[in-house]
């Protein structure tokens, strides 16, 4: 995926995506997405690392509430997070530091 102040993920385009962050980002809602869709998402920290993302309140994450994951901060961290959408939400499960 683009990095950018927004990321935007077209289902459409593959339900699996990368993206490297540069700076603390935000994660639109997926679209084109349908009951039952699944995604995976891997998460790359830059060579500067210490940046954050922020999911979409539709994205309800395993153990943790509504939008909130902590990425793995130092530079070239990998993190990723899955999920399935279920009516309105997105059931996420999240991997850190793959690194």
């Known amino acids: 995926l683009a990095d950018a102040a927004n990321i935007a993920w077209d289902y459409a385009l593959g339900y699996n ?3 490297t962050l540069t700076a603390s980002r ?3 809602v997926p679209t ?3 009951d039952g869709d ?3 998402l891997v998460i790359v920290q830059d060579v500067v690392g210490g940046r954050s993302i922020t999911l ?4 309800k994450v395993v153990n943790s509430g509504v ?5 793995s901060s130092a530079p ?3 993190d990723s997070i899955s999920w399935v959408k279920r009516g309105a939400d997105f059931l996420v499960t ?3 530091d793959f690194s």
Do not use: H, Q
Not at 56 to 59: E, G, K
């Open 17 to 19: 995506a990368e993206v």
């Open 26 to 28: 935000i994660l639109d």
């Open 32 to 34: 084109n997405v349908a």
């Open 38 to 40: 699944y995604g995976t």
């Open 56 to 59: 979409p309140a539709s994205f």
């Open 67 to 71: 939008g909130a994951i902590i990425l």
């Open 76 to 78: 070239g961290s990998i």
């Open 94 to 96: 999240v991997g850190v």
